[in-house]
């Protein structure tokens, strides 16, 4: 490895904790600040955070390969994110910054299902906690992976020593900072994400003559790369752009928007996070087209087309510009995995530890528990990272479609229906992941084929879990009225902010 690469990424390692250090000292006295920032996070760090923790390392390697591979008919999945991201900022944004700030404070997902339906039982809420720590948990380990295959790839290290070194900082940081911690790193490596995909499509394209040459190379190639239709069904467009759906049920990203400092933040948060969006999702696109023009006019050998950036970044830029450029991919992975922690962290605390365990727990101790729980976590994906090829790391790749599932309909229903009852919620919860989970494992086709060949699972499972909330909900008695007295003051502070 250069002498300047090493360099720009020990200095990028040293900022991570450095902000660490500063979030420690800001807004970890008690539990709010810890796992919530105390609500005091400002639209720019709410959006970047938010679109940080939610593309990984997706928006450098994965969606840069498939274009690389297919050209714009892979595009429809950024096109379903973008339009995805745009409705969750204008559908739950709002509604559940006011909606958890009134419903006693609400500090997690699970806390806050909890207190809307008044639920003395506890079930919803374990319930939801379960599937949070479970999914989260194996969630970082595949974060965790990532950042173990780029220090062997990219950097030439042993993949343990990358596992380690990727885990040892973002532990660091989450551990110290909390909340406060991870959503500022998440701002600088949204920083970083937004300047790389800016600059190295930029350069290439330059060094290839500009959009036109590049355009008839990729012609020469195949005329097909820069058509979006091509090749693709209705159903598949459907398929790709439904990834959207999973926006409404992601506990690590809607967590953002109880955490932004006031309502009157939430259009300009929106203003923000999308245009970062849109700009890093063009980038990422371009990524993948430019690289593929860029290797076949130099004869480079691209074995595995989602190390494209990878590649333009090492063969274009100086060993300075290419450890800060390798640094974007290292923001994109590690913010997802701080985020992840922190989410699983916080229902180990509140929903388990200060619910059934120590319900008289004061807030040094709770503070305590969050920061082991982030280390416990930690260890556990580590375990199951250990080996790359590990079965356990294929139940990842569906558990977008799990929560946007299991939780998507119940975030929203919650918000937008007052009739909606608990019965309601854990009906459509539980409804939501069981039809995913048939859809991506019963051979029920020929050939013993999934019916997730046919259609994207989160597709039947959101319509199943939203069609089970409404007719359970509808079986039973109203809510409380204490329910529907929080969600009428709900209503009543938003169209007083829209006036």
């Known amino acids: 490895m250069e002498t300047g690469t090493v360099i720009a990424l020990a200095a990028y390692f ?97 806390d806050y299902f909890d207190k809307r339906f008044a639920d003395t039982s ?51 940081y989450t551990m110290i900072g909390g909340f406060m911690a991870v959503s500022l790193t998440d701002f600088v490596q949204g920083i970083i994400m937004f300047v790389a995909l800016i600059v190295v499509p930029a350069v290439a394209l330059t060094s290839l003559g500009g959009i036109g040459p590049t355009a008839a190379t990729l012609a020469e190639i195949n005329p097909d790369l820069l058509t979006l239709t091509t090749g693709v069904t209705v159903v598949g467009v459907i398929s790709a752009m439904a990834w959207g759906l999973g926006y409404f049920g992601q506990p690590h990203i809607i967590v953002r928007f109880m955490a932004i400092r006031s309502l009157r933040d939430v259009p300009a948060a929106r203003n923000i996070g999308m245009s970062w969006m849109a700009v890093t999702l063009i980038g990422a696109l371009a990524t993948g087209l430019v690289g593929l023009a860029y290797a076949t ?28 450029l390798l640094a974007a991919i290292l ?41 082991l729980s982030v280390v416990a976590v930690a260890l556990v994906a580590i375990a199951l990272a250990w080996n790359p090829e590990n079965n356990v790391l294929g139940l990842v790749a569906n558990a977008w479609a799990g929560f946007g ?4 309909p119940l975030v929203i229903l919650s918000l937008m229906w007052r009739r909606m009852t608990r019965n309601g919620a854990l009906a459509g919860m539980i409804t939501g992941a069981v039809v995913v989970l048939f859809w991506i494992y019963a051979p029920v086709l020929e050939d013993g084929a999934t ?43 938003l169209k007083g902010e829209r006036a």
């Not at 599932?405 to 998507?408: K, R």
């Open 405 to 408: 599932a299991a939780f998507g």
């Open 122 to 172: 506890r079930l919803l809420r374990v319930i939801s906690s379960v599937v949070i720590v479970i999914f989260f948990t194996l969630y970082t380990s595949s974060g965790l992976v990532a950042g173990g295959k780029l220090f062997e790839t990219a950097f030439t290290l042993d993949y343990t020593w990358g596992l380690w070194i990727t885990a040892a900082v973002v532990v660091a």
């Open 451 to 493: 019916l997730s060949s046919v259609i994207y699972e989160i597709i039947p499972g959101f319509i199943a879990s939203a069609l089970a909330i409404v007719i359970v909900s509808l079986m039973g008695r109203e809510p409380p009225e204490s329910v529907r007295v929080t969600f009428d003051q709900v209503q009543a502070i």
């Open 331 to 371: 923001a994109a992975v590690m913010s997802t995995i701080s985020s992840q922690l922190l989410v699983s962290s916080s229902s180990l605390t509140e929903d388990f530890y200060a619910l059934f365990l120590r319900r008289q727990a004061g807030q040094g101790e709770l503070v305590m528990i969050g920061r």
């Open 14 to 110: 040293a900022l991570m904790l450095g902000i660490g250090l500063y979030a420690w000292r800001k807004s970890t006295s008690d539990v709010s600040g810890y796992m919530l920032g105390g609500r005091r996070l400002g639209p720019a760090v709410t959006s970047l955070s938010a679109g940080a923790s939610d593309m990984s390392g997706w928006m450098l390697l994965g969606l840069p390969g498939a274009l690389y591979v297919s050209g714009l008919s892979d595009a429809w999945i950024a096109i379903g994110l973008f339009i995805g991201a745009l409705a969750n900022y204008l559908i739950v944004a709002p509604r559940l910054r006011v909606h958890t700030e009134l419903a006693s404070n609400a500090i997690t997902i699970p």
């Open 297 to 324: 006019t130099n004869n480079l050998e691209v074995s595995d087309p989602e190390t494209i950036f990878i590649i333009l970044s090492d063969v274009l830029f100086n060993p300075y510009v290419t450890g800060f």
